[in-house]
T-cell receptor, first 115, second 115 residues
Framework: AQSVTQLGSHVSVSEGALVLLRCNYS??????LFWYVQYPNQGLQLLLK??????LVKGINGFEAEFKKSETSFHLTKPSAHMSDAAEYFC?????????????FGRGTSLIVHP | KAGVTQTPRYLIKTRGQQVTLSCSPI?????VSWYQQTPGQGLQFLFE???????NKGNFPGRFSGRQFSNSRSEMNVSTLELGDSALYLC??????????????FGPGTRLTVT
């Protein structure tokens, strides 16, 4: 079964600083990968997804993520944090090629943005 | 296009009671999944329905059940509520056939509190 690890339950940055949220998956076959964001009292919203096209994926709100097969990683970045980016971020993975298509979610990383 | 809607948004129940939560997916989406979200366990998959059939089930006791109607609307039921059932219950819909490439669209959730 797939598993996904998000390093750091909380990440704190200053407004204007680089945002880096880490996600590693466990699979011998590259999976489909997703990043979702959850604002308080809301459901999850898709930021971006990787489905075996370009390894650098651009998403909404200035976020992007790079798929690195050799490192089994799919880290999320944003060059300059805004106060409005404060939220919970989830990495999710699902199988390609006949495996489980139900996504497995990481435990989430809470992004805190300081003025 | 209207998003995923869930009713009610908030619910307070007493131990031993039962509860029914409702979810209306995005028009055209035939797959509906349910998740339980708690601070301690994160997002845990409950079950998925497609064309009125349960296709996948997570590792939850039989007190948790669901169904899907011909218009793709779904309900989940929890019987004999326990304090540990207090959580945010999220519904997600997808275009998915059996491809993991499809992202999920989440509703705002139902916050269930069991006293």
């Amino acid at each position: 079964a797939q598993s996904v690890t998000q390093l750091g339950s909380h990440v704190s940055v200053s407004e204007g600083a680089l945002v880096l949220l880490r996600c590693n998956y466990s699979s011998s076959v590259p999976p489909y990968l997703f990043w979702y964001v959850q604002y308080p009292n809301q459901g999850l919203q898709l930021l971006l997804k990787y489905t075996s096209a370009a390894t650098l994926v651009k998403g909404i709100n200035g976020f992007e993520a790079e798929f690195k097969k050799s490192e089994t990683s799919f880290h999320l970045t944003k060059p300059s944090a805004h106060m409005s980016d404060a939220a919970e971020y989830f990495c999710a993975v699902s199988d390609q090629g006949g495996g489980s298509y139900i996504p497995t979610f990481g435990r989430g990383t809470s992004l805190i943005v300081h003025p | 296009k209207a998003g995923v809607t869930q009713t009610p948004r908030y619910l307070i129940k007493t131990r031993g009671q039962q509860v029914t939560l409702s979810c209306s997916p995005i028009s055209g989406h035939r797959s509906v999944s349910w998740y339980q979200q708690t601070p301690g366990q994160g997002l845990q998959f409950l079950f998925e329905y497609f064309s009125e059939t349960q296709r996948n089930k997570g590792n939850f006791p039989g007190r948790f059940s669901g169904r899907q109607f011909s218009n793709s609307r779904s309900e989940m039921n929890v019987s004999t509520l326990e304090l540990g059932d207090s959580a945010l219950y999220l519904c997600a819909s997808s275009l998915a056939g059996t491809s993991g490439a499809y992202e999920q669209y989440f509703g705002p959730g139902t916050r269930l509190t069991v006293t």
